[in-house]
């Protein structure tokens, strides 16, 4: 399960990185792009959420979790102001953008350093 969420997320992470060059270069982001971006995203909490609830694993990904939260608030705020036309604040992009980033570095790091 744990590997799916990765994948998915990693997905997320490629897909929000194409985003974000629009957001510099004070562009229109593609909302379809956007779209399948939150959809994976969303996909791959809920599945870290499920494998957290269900496993008998001593590491429940908590940590990744509150991060990928806290990353999607930011992201649910950004698509907000994207469909009613509102400026993206760039800092709150790149913020969001970190967060994931970090949080799938993070989940890396637990699930290949055999912390898991």
């Known amino acids: 399960m744990v590997i799916t969420a990765i994948i998915l ?3 997320a992470v490629l897909l929000g990185l194409y ?3 629009f957001v510099l270069k004070k562009k229109i982001p593609p909302k379809g792009v956007a779209l399948i971006h939150g959809s994976l995203a969303v996909l ?3 599945i870290l959420i499920i494998y957290a609830l269900t496993t ?3 590491h429940k990904h908590w940590d990744s979790i509150i991060i990928f939260l806290l990353a999607a608030t930011g992201g649910v705020y950004l698509f907000y102001r994207d ?4 400026k993206i604040p760039k800092w709150v992009a790149l913020i969001h953008g970190a ?3 970090f949080g799938l570095g ?5 699930v290949i350093g055999g912390t898991h």
């Open 99 to 101: 967060l994931g980033l």
């Open 56 to 58: 008998t694993s001593h």
């Open 9 to 11: 997320i990693s997905l």
């Open 19 to 21: 985003l974000i060059s």
């Open 44 to 46: 791959g909490i809920l």
């Open 106 to 110: 993070w989940i890396l790091y637990h």
């Open 83 to 86: 469909i009613r036309h509102l």
